[in-house]
């Protein structure tokens, strides 16, 4: 894929999706399968005029070793350090960016138990601090193809042709075309212009039927 063209779509991520602030803090979470592209969003991040990004890297089989080995007290357990970096994520609201590229199989064959457990007990301690930043915080969800994920999408292809053609798949889905920015502030118009307009009707509930004897009505909440 031409670096222009995924440098359109870190732009778009930054700029829209994340809606990156000037002096804003920047987080993204990652996995180590396009390295070159996080390196492009940074970038774009860094150009949106954010005081600071940081990435934090993931990769599955190493979280099966973790989850393999660790006991369930460690797992369990929130330390000290992590709390004052809860706690300074509440003081500074960093807009969150998620690239999604994981194997959709990558952690087949971790104890869920264990990892459920440990998820449990965490919980009542972080809870407090996600509470906190909700409603406050941008985040955003984007796609990255990975090796494993593109394969089993397009089994019958080579991985590098997979790679290539998951990537024309999720740009297509972005609207990343020759000016993304503008594509997606006029869907974002469109779907405005739609709300405002059901809003208006003020539909209190839908009758639904069919020739099979379908006879359903649905109230709107206000």
């Not at 990652?30 to 940081?54: I, W």
């Not at 064959?109 to 998820?119: E, Q």
């Not at 990975?146 to 609207?175: C, D, H, N, T, Y």
């Amino acid at each position: 894929m031409k670096k222009t063209v995924l440098r359109e779509y870190a732009k778009l991520i930054a700029r829209v999706g994340a809606n990156v602030q000037k002096g804003q803090d920047v987080l993204i979470y990652a996995g180590l399968d396009q390295p070159e592209f996080v390196e492009l969003l940074v970038d774009e991040c860094y150009k949106a005029k954010a005081r600071q990004v940081t990435v934090e890297w993931s990769y599955q089989p190493l979280t099966k070793t973790h989850v393999r080995y660790k006991s369930l007290k460690t797992m369990s357990t929130v330390y000290e350090w992590e709390k004052a970096r809860l706690e300074h994520y509440c003081e500074v609201l960093p807009a969150r960016i998620h690239l999604v590229s994981a194997d959709p199989d990558g952690l087949k064959g971790v104890n869920m138990g264990k990892v459920s457990k440990a998820n449990q007990a965490t919980y009542p301690i972080v809870k407090p601090y996600r509470e906190r930043r909700e409603n406050k915080e941008q985040w955003c969800i984007a796609a990255v193809p990975g090796v494993a994920w593109a394969k089993k999408v397009f089994p019958g292809l080579p991985k590098g042709k997979a790679v290539e053609k998951l990537w024309e798949s999720i740009l297509a889905a972005s609207r990343v075309t020759e000016d993304p920015i503008k594509a997606w502030e006029e869907h974002n118009a469109s779907l405005a212009n739609h709300c405002a307009h059901l809003n208006s009707l003020n539909i209190r509930s839908l009758h639904y039927t069919a020739a099979n004897g379908t006879d359903l009505t649905v109230g709107m909440i206000p």
